[in-house]
T-cell receptor, first 114, second 111 residues
Framework: DAGVIQSPRHEVTEMGQEVTLRCKPISGHNSLFWYRQTMMRGLELLIYFNNNVPIDDSGMPEDRFSAKMPNASFSTLKIQPSEPRDSAVYFC????????????FGEGSRLTVL | GDSVTQMEGPVTLSEEAFLTINCTYTATGYPSLFWYVQYPGEGLQLLLKATKADDKGSNKGFEATYRKETTSFHLEKGSVQVSDSAVYFCALKNAGNMLTFGGGTRLMVKP
């Protein structure tokens, strides 16, 4: 079975450019999460969706970040404009709502902003 | 609010050594507790869990016991292998159904 699929795996861009990260959750999962991982701050929850609806985006750092989930099988995280401090690994994770708690993570998208 | 505190790493051990990674938590109510593992270049994956006090979660030779009296969920393994080298995350899930992660502990096992 396919797991959570993220793309791109690696992205190098210059400051000011728009970045779009993509995620396909596991089929049948109706909760989706975006996390950011850095050495300094560890693993941070940015936003999560239940049934394609954003429930809590309090972790989104600022207005430059936006996330969408147009349907049950696709989500995007966009950064516009990007800054060097956005460099991190971004993880998407999914689970069934009301599950005992196991999250299934993608392999992450490593973003480097020069 | 809920929080999870882990011992800082890196933890460096020789192969076949005994492993303990400490984890304590602060939460209201009765959270479920988890250990996730992240191998190099990969996402996190569930290692083990415990849903109520005195439960012991176990998997792949790792164990952790839910200790409500000390609000702890320490991870142990009797004999580590080089392949256990990874980052280990303790986490809790409370009534809000959200996971709160600790900062992660890097384990390095040398042959």
């Amino acid at each position: 079975d396919a797991g959570v699929i993220q793309s791109p795996r690696h992205e190098v861009t210059e400051m000011g450019q728009e970045v779009t990260l993509r995620c396909k959750p596991i089929s049948g999962h109706n909760s989706l999460f975006w996390y950011r991982q850095t050495m300094m701050r560890g693993l941070e929850l940015l936003i999560y969706f239940n049934n394609n609806v954003p429930i809590d985006d309090s972790g989104m750092p600022e207005d430059r970040f936006s996330a969408k989930m147009p349907n049950a099988s696709f989500s995007t995280l966009k950064i516009q404009p990007s800054e060097p401090r956005d460099s991190a690994v971004y993880f998407c994770a999914s689970r069934t709502q009301g599950d005992t708690g196991e999250l299934f993570f993608g392999e992450g998208s490593r973003l480097t902003v020069l | 609010g809920d929080s999870v505190t882990q011992m800082e790493g890196p933890v460096t051990l020789s192969e076949e050594a005994f492993l303990t990674i400490n984890c304590t938590y602060t939460a209201t109510g009765y959270p479920s507790l988890f250990w996730y593992v992240q191998y190099p270049g990969e996402g996190l994956q569930l290692l083990l869990k415990a849903t109520k006090a005195d439960d012991k979660g176990s998997n792949k030779g790792f164990e952790a016991t839910y200790r409500k009296e000390t609000t702890s969920f320490h991870l142990e393994k009797g004999s580590v292998q080089v392949s256990d080298s990874a980052v280990y995350f303790c986490a809790l899930k409370n009534a809000g159904n959200m996971l709160t992660f600790g900062g992660g502990t890097r384990l390095m096992v040398k042959p």
